[in-house]
Nanobody, 130 residues
Framework: QVQLVESGGGLVQPGGSLRLSCAGPGLPLDYFVIGWFRQAPGKEREEISCISSLAGDLYYVDSVKGRFTIARDTTKNTVTLQMNSLGPEDTAVYYC???????????????????????YGQGTLVTVSS
């Protein structure tokens, strides 16, 4: 069964940075919409960013705009999430998912709900603490 593999999580101090990577062994990620989600302790999973397949449209939830950057690395068949200016509120397990569904709100690209993706990763823990 194809699964995605996240890496790059860990412990970081407030204000620090981490780069998460989502790999898809045997899965050409360029042809998929890739979403990043996170789930903090005691909270529901939330979408934070996604990137469309060919057009490269991007979406960020308001809480991470200006701090997080999603990008494809075609040569490595990965999708990265660069996270800067991290705060304790960013502590969560981060998941990536791959699928084909995408939405638009007017001219704005939007992520599909978690349940509409096809492939999922196991998650990587990000802890922001001093």
């Amino acid at each position: 069964q194809v699964q995605l593999v996240e890496s790059g999580g860990g412990l970081v101090q407030p204000g620090g940075s981490l780069r998460l990577s989502c790999a898809g062994p045997g899965l050409p990620l360029d042809y998929f919409v890739i979403g990043w989600f996170r789930q903090a302790p005691g909270k529901e999973r939330e979408e934070i960013s996604c990137i469309s397949s060919l057009a490269g449209d991007l979406y960020y939830v308001d809480s991470v705009k200006g701090r997080f950057t999603i990008a494809r690395d075609t040569t490595k068949n990965t999708v990265t999430l660069q996270m800067n200016s991290l705060g304790p509120e960013d502590t969560a397990v981060y998941y990536c998912a791959a699928g084909h569904a995408a939405y638009s709100s007017g001219r704005n690209f939007r992520c599909a709900p978690w349940s509409e993706y096809v492939y999922y990763g196991q998650g990587t823990l990000v802890t922001v603490s001093s």
